[in-house]
């Protein structure tokens, strides 16, 4: 199974710079061992069970509201029993249509 975790993490009340903080949260994701990929929005990461990501991603929400009065966060979820890799699939499929294969 792969479940895929797109989310967001957003300190609020911590003035506009916002991107140290952030970093806690990516730091976490990156010490969790599973794939994930961190672009200017979201980071996206992937394992075996919701119980796995939804864990990691708590952490991440905890390391921020560690240094921040309030926390925002969006999370999409796409989970696919004949999964894997889907994080890195995706993109290929997308890229293979795009070149006309």
């Known amino acids: ?12 009340g911590v003035g506009e710079g916002v991107g140290e903080i952030v970093a806690e949260a990516v730091r976490v994701v990156r010490q969790s061992g599973l794939p994930n990929k961190t672009d200017a929005m979201f980071t996206v990461i992937e394992g075996d069970t919701w119980e796995e990501v939804m864990a990691v991603v708590q952490r991440a929400v905890e390391a921020v509201a560690a240094r921040a009065p309030r926390v925002s966060t969006v999370i999409k979820v ?17 890229e293979r249509h795009l070149s006309g294969g």
């Open 1 to 12: 199974m792969s479940v895929l975790v797109a989310f967001s993490v957003t300190p609020l």
């Open 78 to 94: 796409d989970s696919r029993a004949s999964a894997r890799d889907a994080m890195t699939q995706k993109v290929t499929s997308v």
